[in-house]
């Protein structure tokens, strides 16, 4: 197998310059360079990434923990965190911590010892042990999608975040079918405990508030932000005495067992319940009605969840910083609006073109 050596013998350069381009550490002259790149591609050369992580404690590698990876919204962000870690030169290793508070501090220890430069995680409803386990061992981490209050203190580790609106949407999504005549608002809300599930009840309520309705605790139950919790959820909704008229529900898995629970019981959206919902998905405009919703960026949260931990890789002590990436609302007519109205300028209407983020403290 061909060594840096014979690269440097054959295009008559130092060892050194070989390594200068191969890792861009030092401008080349482009005639230098050029020959270099000959006598690799003549000799087929490979470079031994683990020799060079010996010599700097650099793995050019980024660990990514996210559940529910089957989730379109969760494989779109990764589909932008590695894109994103393929422009600057970083592979990904991947990992499923089930959202499972035990399991997760077990795949970041994992992720860890196989020395990736710094993690991408999404964190579990309770993520004490994981929060305590890359503060112990001074991991470069970013949060993406659910936020984590860290403790206060001189000591605690703080990390970068980076997740979409989540309660300004809802509350959008609960003042239109408010507008629309309904006053009794049901929301199929997401896991206990993710910062996601508590910031959409936030926005429920305010939408509820804005409108003059009134906030009744039996419109509220909670999915476990999947279908089948989902479904139940809106099983538990449709058997009240007064059940609700309109439906928030707040996330896409969800709204597919809110479907399902509505099948089969012979309910049709809008006619007998109107239907919003949080994410938009490729095939949303497939439903029959299509689906209103509120589409995150999720390829674009992926993207920045790299941006902020290569930043932090590049300057350890710079400040934390929190980033919220907004939504846009994608008006169909599940909500009940008909296909062309006055409501409607067009059938598909998306409102509110990406903004700049937000960044910062968030609250
Ligand atoms: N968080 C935010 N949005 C989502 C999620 C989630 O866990 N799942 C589907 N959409």
């Given at each position: 197998?061909?060594?840096?050596?014979?690269?440097?013998?054959?295009?008559?350069?130092?060892?050194?310059?070989?390594?200068?381009?191969?890792?861009?550490?030092?401008?080349?002259?482009?005639?230098?360079?050029?020959?270099?790149?000959?006598?690799?591609?003549?000799?087929?050369?490979?470079?031994?990434?683990?020799?060079?992580?010996?010599?700097?404690?650099?793995?050019?590698?980024?660990?990514?923990?996210?559940?529910?990876?089957?989730?379109?919204?969760?494989?779109?962000?990764?589909?932008?965190?590695?894109?994103?870690?393929?422009?600057?030169g970083y592979s990904l290793l991947i990992a499923d911590p089930h959202d499972d508070p035990g399991h997760e501090r077990k795949v970041a220890q994992l992720l860890h010892e196989r020395r990736v430069d710094g993690m991408i995680v999404a964190p579990s409803a309770d993520p004490r042990e994981l929060v305590a386990y890359l503060g112990r061992h001074r991991v470069p981490a970013v949060f993406l999608d659910r936020l984590v209050d860290t403790p206060d203190g001189d000591h605690a580790p703080r990390f970068d975040q980076v997740c979409a609106e989540s309660?300004?949407?809802?509350?959008?999504?609960?003042?239109?079918?408010?507008?629309?005549?309904?006053?009794?608002?049901?929301?199929?809300?997401?896991?206990?405990?993710?910062?996601?599930?508590?910031?959409?009840?936030?926005?429920?309520?305010?939408?509820?508030?804005?409108?003059?309705?009134?906030?009744?605790?039996?419109?509220?139950v909670h999915g476990d932000s999947e279908a089948a919790g989902g479904e139940r959820a809106t099983a538990t909704l449709l058997s009240l005495a007064v059940p609700p008229t309109a439906l928030v529900t707040a996330n896409n898995a969800m709204t597919i067992g809110a479907l399902r629970a509505l099948r089969d019981r012979g309910l049709s959206v809008p006619d007998d319940l109107a239907l919003c919902c949080f994410d938009d998905f490729a095939w949303a405009d497939l439903f029959s009605p299509r689906l209103t919703a509120?589409?995150?960026?999720?390829?674009?949260?992926?993207?920045?969840?790299?941006?902020?931990?290569?930043?932090?890789?590049?300057?350890?002590?710079?400040?934390?910083?929190?980033?919220?990436?907004?939504?846009?609302?994608?008006?169909?007519?599940?909500?009940?609006?008909?296909?062309?109205?006055?409501?409607?300028e067009e059938a598909e209407h998306v409102e509110q073109a990406p903004a700049k983020a937000q960044e910062g403290n968030l609250p």
């Amino acid at each position: 197998m061909a060594t840096m050596a014979d690269v440097a013998r054959s295009a008559g350069v130092s060892v050194a310059t070989v390594s200068h381009v191969l890792n861009d550490t030092r401008p080349v002259l482009p005639h230098t360079r050029q020959a270099v790149l000959d006598a690799i591609e003549e000799l087929g050369y490979t470079p031994n990434t683990l020799a060079r992580s010996l010599v700097t404690s650099r793995t050019r590698s980024i660990g990514l923990a996210v559940s529910a990876i089957s989730n379109p919204y969760f494989t779109e962000i990764l589909q932008g965190v590695e894109a994103a870690a393929l422009e600057h030169g970083y592979s990904l290793l991947i990992a499923d911590p089930h959202d499972d508070p035990g399991h997760e501090r077990k795949v970041a220890q994992l992720l860890h010892e196989r020395r990736v430069d710094g993690m991408i995680v999404a964190p579990s409803a309770d993520p004490r042990e994981l929060v305590a386990y890359l503060g112990r061992h001074r991991v470069p981490a970013v949060f993406l999608d659910r936020l984590v209050d860290t403790p206060d203190g001189d000591h605690a580790p703080r990390f970068d975040q980076v997740c979409a609106e989540s309660a300004e949407p809802t509350t959008r999504l609960v003042t239109h079918l408010a507008g629309l005549g309904h006053g009794r608002i049901g929301l199929v809300a997401g896991l206990p405990g993710l910062s996601t599930t508590r910031e959409r009840i936030t926005g429920y309520r305010h939408g509820l508030a804005a409108a003059g309705l009134p906030y009744d605790e039996r419109l509220l139950v909670h999915g476990d932000s999947e279908a089948a919790g989902g479904e139940r959820a809106t099983a538990t909704l449709l058997s009240l005495a007064v059940p609700p008229t309109a439906l928030v529900t707040a996330n896409n898995a969800m709204t597919i067992g809110a479907l399902r629970a509505l099948r089969d019981r012979g309910l049709s959206v809008p006619d007998d319940l109107a239907l919003c919902c949080f994410d938009d998905f490729a095939w949303a405009d497939l439903f029959s009605p299509r689906l209103t919703a509120v589409a995150q960026p999720s390829r674009e949260l992926g993207a920045r969840a790299v941006r902020l931990l290569l930043d932090r890789l590049a300057a350890p002590e710079r400040p934390v910083r929190s980033v919220r990436l907004p939504c846009v609302f994608v008006h169909r007519t599940s909500c009940g609006c008909p296909e062309r109205s006055d409501r409607c300028e067009e059938a598909e209407h998306v409102e509110q073109a990406p903004a700049k983020a937000q960044e910062g403290n968030l609250p």
